[in-house]
């Protein structure tokens, strides 16, 4: 009897250490790929800094929920309080990743994607492959200076967004809003202007 308590106690308490593995955050792809099961947020700033595509090795990645590809950000404090900008004034020439693959639409629970501040991801044609991304829930964009009738039509078709963000340099109008609320009618869209210290 002692021996089936003892056995019963050791497997709960393995049980226990197992459940409270919690997922981590990784910025590091090259230490991600050491434990890809653990990985369930990935932020790859640094890399799509520096590299012209998403290497093939995040299909291991079978837990990821959240994968961050705008460029780095620094948060400074001015007379209106925190101001968030590029860290690079230059940024565009700092951003090498050109293109969306579509194996993501193979990650199961990847469900937030942010390409806020990559020019070359935040074009239509890139967006329109993230439609097959069925998982998707949460979707962060930058769209151009004057948003254009195709993006307005991409997005859409994400009928199954539950959070759409806008990051923009200039102040949106009112209509502009409204139109993405209109086509997104069951989609909270949640709007940041950020500073742009860029051309200083």
Not at 38 to 57: C, G, I, M, R, T
Not at 64 to 72: A, G, V
Not at 81 to 87: D, E, K, P
Not at 135 to 164: A, T, W
Request: charged fraction near 30%; glycine fraction near 2%; proline fraction near 5%.
């Amino acid at each position: 009897m002692k021996k089936i308590l003892s056995l019963s106690f050791i497997a709960f308490v393995l049980l226990s250490f197992v459940s409270n593995q919690k997922l981590k955050v990784y910025d590091d792809l090259n230490k991600a790929l050491k434990h890809p099961k653990k990985v369930q947020v990935l932020d790859l700033a640094s890399y799509s800094a520096n590299h012209k595509e998403l290497p093939e090795s995040l299909k291991e990645f079978e837990n990821l929920e959240e994968l961050y590809l705008r460029p780095p950000m620094v948060v400074e404090e001015n007379q209106y309080g925190h101001a968030r900008h590029y860290a690079e004034k230059d940024y565009q020439k700092n951003v090498s990743l050109g293109e969306l693959p579509t194996w993501l639409a193979d990650l199961p629970n990847l469900r937030k994607i942010a390409l806020g501040g990559n020019p070359k991801l935040n074009e239509p044609m890139e967006l329109r492959k993230l439609l097959s991304v069925k998982s998707l829930r949460y979707l962060e964009v930058e769209p151009q200076q004057e948003i254009s009738d195709e993006f307005y039509n991409v997005i859409s078709e994400f009928e199954q967004l539950e959070v759409l963000k806008i990051e923009n340099r200039r102040v949106l109008k009112y209509t502009e809003l409204a139109l993405l609320e209109e086509l997104l009618p069951n989609c909270k869209i949640e709007y940041h202007y950020y500073e742009d210290d860029r051309k200083k």
